[in-house]
DNA sequence: AATACGGGGCA
DNA sequence: TGCCCAGTATT
């Protein structure tokens, strides 16, 4: 029955079907079988707003360079970050490492079981610590997140905004009446792949294990539930990366906290107006004013490449100059260095800088 | 309550 | 292209 959604008779008979069409048709994920707290951590983090498809090769890697939470601890802000590198959401990188240093300091390398006490690492709310505590502690946590909110709004016919406190509360209600006491973080699991492949955005209802639980099902909304939120608009950015050479070397700056992508290291970014582009006299003008306001005298020697980025809701037209040094230091406020050109890829890099990067060794 | 934060996968 | 993704922290 649909009526009845969340009583306990519903909830035995939907943890039934949940569980069986995992046991049948639950996702073959490379890290099925390890629950060790560690390496449950690094994954659900990596995998906020990031697809499984993008996480696998990261957490491959990060897992092969920090091992322990003792070799992440120990390890240098930059080189986590250059693991990052490519994956986005970078304070995700910093509070990693950040919170595997209060977890080797603070309590001496032991993990903290309940989901209570996990939820004060930075960077872990909510969804992370019901996560970590249910496949790594078996405490029964209840989740949301992409995957089960659409599932829940879906079987509740939520027609809230699942955004809203009203909506948020909503969810977290149902998700705790379902979560079971015995292996809580299977079930768990078990909720997040029928998220992910049968109700999915264009949920797939006759392949569906609980479609009679389903009251958007039985009300023919699903489609229309959960309620999509607009997109914020895009704002178009055109900048220019500016390259700036001195015997071999290269001038990096660390990007500072307050702006885009804090912690990573990339090359001086001067924004021009619409339309502006290097092949014109006054846009090469304003690139020498505007990098001698920061310190440096420069002559212009050619565009290196331009490509197209998005960032947040920035859309990032960039073209990069390729200029050499006459005189003078960096005052632009950033911390700067002169840096071989055959080891920028030790440093951290955001993606249009590693692009750039590969510009100066090999002209596009 | 709204916004910032990245980048890739996929129709 | 546009939409979506195992969210969290900050304003």
């Known amino acids: 029955m649909t009526s009845d959604v969340g009583t306990s008779q519903?909830?035995?008979a939907f943890r039934r079907r949940v569980r069986r069409w995992y046991r049948l048709h639950g996702r073959e994920l490379p890290w099925k079988e390890d629950a060790d707290p560690y390496s449950v951590w690094v994954r659900e983090i990596m995998l906020q707003q990031t697809t499984v498809a993008a996480v696998v090769p990261y957490l491959e890697k990060f897992l092969d360079e920090f091992p322990t939470v003792t070799s992440l601890a120990q390890a240098s802000e930059e080189a986590v970050l250059r693991v990052w590198e490519g994956l986005g959401y970078y304070s995700r990188a910093r509070n990693l490492h950040r919170a595997a240093t209060m977890i080797v300091e603070e309590?001496?390398?032991v993990w903290p079981r309940s989901a209570d006490a996990i939820e004060c690492l930075p960077g872990v709310g909510r969804y992370t610590a019901s996560a970590i505590a249910s496949f790594a502690f078996d405490e029964a946590a209840p989740i949301?997140?992409?995957?089960?909110?659409?599932?829940?709004?879906?079987?509740?016919g939520m027609v809230d905004d699942p955004a809203r406190a009203s909506g948020q509360k909503q969810l977290w209600a149902f998700a705790e009446r379902v979560v079971p006491p015995a292996r809580p973080g299977q079930f768990n699991q078990a909720l997040m792949d029928l998220g992910a492949t049968v109700c999915r955005s264009e949920p797939l209802c006759e392949e569906c294990p609980v479609r009679l639980?389903?009251?958007?099902?039985?009300l023919g909304i699903t489609s229309r539930v959960p309620m999509r939120r607009r997109r914020a608009r895009i704002t178009e950015l055109h900048e220019t990366a500016v390259v700036i050479k001195r015997s071999g070397d290269v001038l990096m700056i660390r990007y500072s906290e307050?702006?885009?992508w804090p912690g990573l290291w990339g090359f001086p970014l001067i924004s021009r107006a619409r339309g502006e582009t290097l092949d014109q006299p006054t846009t090469i003008l304003d690139l020498v004013r505007e990098m001698r306001a920061r310190g440096i005298d420069i002559e212009f020697c050619r565009q290196?490449?331009?490509f197209r980025h998005g960032v947040t809701r920035f859309r990032i037209h960039l073209q990069a100059a390729d200029v050499s040094w006459v005189d003078g230091e960096w005052n632009g406020g950033e911390r700067a260095e002169w840096i071989p050109i055959d080891e920028l890829s030790r440093r951290p890099l955001s993606v249009p800088g590693r692009q750039v990067a590969q510009w100066i060794r090999k002209p596009a």
């Open 258 to 260: 307050e702006g885009r």
């Open 107 to 109: 309590w001496e390398g």
């Open 144 to 156: 949301v997140e992409a995957n089960t909110l659409r599932l829940y709004s879906r079987l509740l």
């Open 10 to 12: 519903w909830v035995a």
């Open 213 to 218: 639980n389903c009251q958007a099902f039985r």
């Open 304 to 306: 290196l490449g331009e």
